[in-house]
């Protein structure tokens, strides 16, 4: 369960807690001139950036499609599509996401969205004992274990990072 029992509950910390999965809560003070939310995360938080993961939402084939790449990294559309076994990528409309996720911009985790979406959490993962994703909102994130990652969100491993 969560090791900072003080902090402010989103769908993502909810779900955590139902599912009986660790994690810990890491927050910060989120400025709003932020060009980079998760490199903001890395930086005030004093992590190695490759260990903090950013959630995007893309449309494959039409279906949306969560995506967990490094803060230094970008989403390869083209590998998400191809491990989803789809044709076509793209990212989705932000509006899109936040309706479908039920969190803002710079705050959607990949945990607790109100629908389950089919998520692919990048290998690059697996060379870390925990990582770092969006907790629910700017200036909150969440440390857990890859394999709780994977188990919370019932991500596929695969490369679609570059």
Not at 32 to 56: D, H, I, N, W, Y
Request: hydrophobic residues 40%; contains cysteine; proline residues 4%.
């Amino acid at each position: 369960m969560s090791k900072n029992p003080g902090f402010d509950s989103t769908p993502a910390t909810a779900q955590l807690h139902r599912d009986g999965i660790s994690f810990t809560v890491h927050t910060y003070v989120h400025d709003p001139r932020a060009q980079s939310f998760g490199m903001e995360a890395a930086e005030l938080l004093e992590l190695e950036p490759a260990r903090v993961f950013k959630t995007l939402m893309a449309e494959v084939d039409r279906e949306l499609v969560v995506g967990i790449v490094p803060v230094t990294a970008s989403l390869d559309l083209k590998a998400l599509a191809t491990a989803c076994g789809g044709k076509r990528s793209r990212m989705a409309e932000p509006a899109r996401a936040q309706r479908a996720t039920g969190y803002v911009l710079g705050g959607i985790s990949p945990i607790g969205q109100k629908k389950r979406h089919r998520t692919v959490l990048d290998t690059s993962a697996d060379g870390w004992s925990s990582v770092f994703v969006s907790g629910g909102r700017r200036g909150l994130d969440l440390e857990l274990a890859v394999a709780d990652l994977v188990t919370a969100t019932g991500a596929l491993r695969a490369n679609i990072a570059r």
